[in-house]
């Protein structure tokens, strides 16, 4: 029998998309954040997958930047949702930054400002839209409004409660203006959130990236993983579907959401856009110069 | 004698800084584009070197990001000035490429819009000036109202000449805010113009990037080079000098950005922030969890 290397390699035996889309009422606790989902091999396997699917994502990028510099209107959102130390900066700096800068429109959404309160909380997330041809990435999102808003009662049940409706429809806008949206749910055990946080202690360089008020949000998790829950549930759409990716080991995450990021801009499949211009005759005028 | 490994590998003769740095009153047209200043070593070296030395400008740039998170002033600007072809959006790809994407502001500047154009030609340029902790990237910049303003006469020289001096006080305001500017022109040849443009012509997976009139900007490098030369001579100041790069070896103009960007990165020594919280306490609470 031949031998197949792409199972000696490591492989998806599921597609990324279909082993991690969320479906409906499945009991999030018993998710196991060390998983693999979908995938048949080992770290490095999974590292060298990557790589290789790198260039494939910066070439798939270029054809949507192509397309929306010629008057297209598709483009792509990332959002990234997961508790701290869940790995949403380091996807960002190794997935996303496997593509050209110049074609990704990166927006991380912190505590309001007063203005965006007064706005709404849509306000700061449409600004944020990427435009066509671009890849967008929300690190956090407007889904902040049913996880942060209900577990710190920032405002009363019924206020937060109306936002799954509310997402909803907005995401059914997004996509119907032209944009391909993946939602990835970062998913972390809390042994492993408690190392990280070790680890962000332990090191000088790290304590940057430390905040006190991490215990506080580790000492809710309970709370999180409810509202977690309860908005996959809602608001995981044909348009705008969820994807809930275990982050235990940083290795899968990442290269699961280079699949999911590939995938959605695979299925927009753009070819390059052909010349709006006479080719043989600017040939011409170039050689006369 | 010993062996010079440096030597051997290529290297710096002349830092980067000062054999590029622009001097006023150097004729531009005696410019090598296919030199490679302060730079001894082969391609290869060339691109060994910029590898190296894309770990060192990571690190420099996740500094500047901690700085910015925990209070900090300061930023970085680079602004990439240059023809058609002379290697901008590559610098992008391949030098700024080489940092965190949530630590970079990249914007690039066309045609201004009807808004733009009422509101001042400053007005855009401010709203997308580096937050701190950010290295902004200008692809083209407020400079364009020396260069394609003046050479396509779109305003009257006498409200043109009146920019040199607005520019260089809105850069020392700007720099007096924390920012360190760096500006690089990237000088390309006729000859290698022509090439590019080419292969942009002979390419279907280039056509996008093509536009008739690259041919007549073409058709003006004369006059472009003549309003290099006095933008060059009047608006480079201590606190926002132009570094003057030859782009037809793009491995070399690449490599001399990434020693610029990570020699403005490096003036700024920035330490890792300290803690700001009780270390101990914070360690303390945690184990509790």
Known sequence: MAKDPARKAGRWTTPADEALRWVRGTDLTTLDPAGTPGWTGTRADGEKEMTD??????????????????????SVLLVLQGLDTSGKGGIVRHVVGMVDPQGVMHRGFGVPTQEERERGYLWRIRNALPRPGYVGVFDRSHHEQVLVVRVDKLEPEETWRRHYGELNE??????????????????????????????????????????????????????????????????????APWYVVPADRKWYSRLAVTELLAGALRSLDLGWPPADFDVAAEKARLAAT
């Open 170 to 239: 907005f995401e059914a806008e997004v996509a119907s203006s032209g944009t391909e949206i993946v939602k990835v749910a970062l998913m972390v055990s809390s042994d492993e959130q408690k190392k990280r946080l070790a680890k962000r202690l332990d090191r000088p360089d790290k304590h940057w990236k430390y905040n006190p008020s991490d215990i506080d949000v580790r000492l809710k998790l309970p709370e999180y993983l409810a509202a977690y829950q309860e908005m996959l549930d809602r608001t995981s759409t044909d348009v």
């Open 53 to 74: 699917r790198g260039d494939e994502l910066a070439d798939l990028q270029e054809r949507l930047f192509a397309h929306g510099r010629t008057g297209g209107d598709r």
